[in-house]
């Protein structure tokens, strides 16, 4: 191989993921400092919608949330092994319900105000920046619905040399 490893130079949205990264992490703090082990931030959404509608199938859950069965799957498995939910038989062999249990019915009137009180946060956040990370994310969607990033990756790859194969 003759190209220099592009790895190796921090990509543009690095510092985002790396403060995502530092935003969660201290949500985890707040948790700890309560005496809350075991929750992560992205367990808290799927634990709040299941307080609200009671059990739902994994894929009932995934699309309430607006995630893919896979991503959902794992944290479910994730929660599971932390005690916060269990899994039934669904309706049929495929499927498999999630209810909360009783220690994550207990943390959901703290997480409930744990997820208030980080909108009003970052709406302070957001105020706070010369651009409005809020606004971004709004421009960001418009320029993707003009030309998706699949679409952008694609002709670049074309370029490239390295169509998608064609079908035969």
């Known amino acids: 191989m003759n190209s220099p490893d592009p790895t190796t130079v921090p990509g543009r949205w690095d510092s985002l993921h790396a403060v995502l990264r530092r935003l969660d992490d201290e949500i ?13 931030p992205r367990f808290v959404y799927p634990l709040i919608r299941l307080a609200h509608t009671g059990p739902l199938t994994i894929r009932e859950l995934a699309a309430s949330l607006g995630r893919t069965h896979s991503a959902m799957s794992q944290t479910v498995t994730a929660m599971r092994r932390e005690g916060l939910v269990e899994t039934a038989p669904g309706a049929d062999a495929r499927t498999r319900r999630v209810a909360l249990t009783a220690r994550s019915r207990e943390l959901v009137p703290l997480l409930e105000a744990e997820w208030r009180a980080t909108e009003e946060s970052v709406a302070e956040i957001d105020d706070e920046l010369p651009h409005a990370l809020s606004a971004v994310v709004v421009e960001l969607e418009r320029v993707l619905a003009r ?5 952008r990756l694609v002709q670049r790859l074309d370029a490239a040399g390295h169509p998608a194969p064609r079908e035969r």
């Not at 985890?28 to 992560?40: K, N, P």
């Not at 030309?147 to 679409?151: G, K």
């Open 28 to 40: 985890e703090t707040v948790y700890a400092d309560r005496g809350i082990v075991g929750v992560r």
């Open 147 to 151: 030309r998706s990033l699949r679409e």
